[in-house]
Nanobody, 114 residues
């Protein structure tokens, strides 16, 4: 079955950086569009970034453009989210997703606070 395992979250000060990882299994990763979403306390889950199967296409939410970078390693069945210049409003649980499918991992918590 489809499994998505996120890691890399933690507590970081404003302006800091984190790199999230998501290891996928149970489907052919190399042909899948992958996404990162996040859900802040009391808010709905929102899309953060998407990446096409060959990494030639990427799309970002306006709130993270210029600060976050999505990438992937198809050999490792892994998608990454490099987050720089983090802000308190980036605090959320981050999830990866096989775009268009309803499978979710447990998420990884990111807290941006001084």
């Amino acid at each position: 079955q489809v499994q998505l395992v996120e890691s890399g979250g933690g507590l970081v000060q404003p302006g800091g950086s984190l790199k999230l990882s998501c290891v996928a299994s149970g489907f052919f990763f190399g042909s899948a569009t992958m996404s990162w979403y996040r859900q802040a306390p009391g808010k709905e889950r929102e899309a953060v970034a998407h990446i096409g199967e060959s990494s030639s296409w990427k799309n970002y939410a306006d709130s993270v453009k210029g600060r976050f970078t999505i990438s992937r390693d198809n050999d490792k069945y892994t998608v990454y989210l490099q987050m720089n210049n983090l802000k308190p409003e980036d605090t959320a649980v981050y999830y990866c997703n096989w775009y268009g499918h309803g499978n979710w991992g447990q998420g990884t918590r990111v807290t941006v606070s001084s």
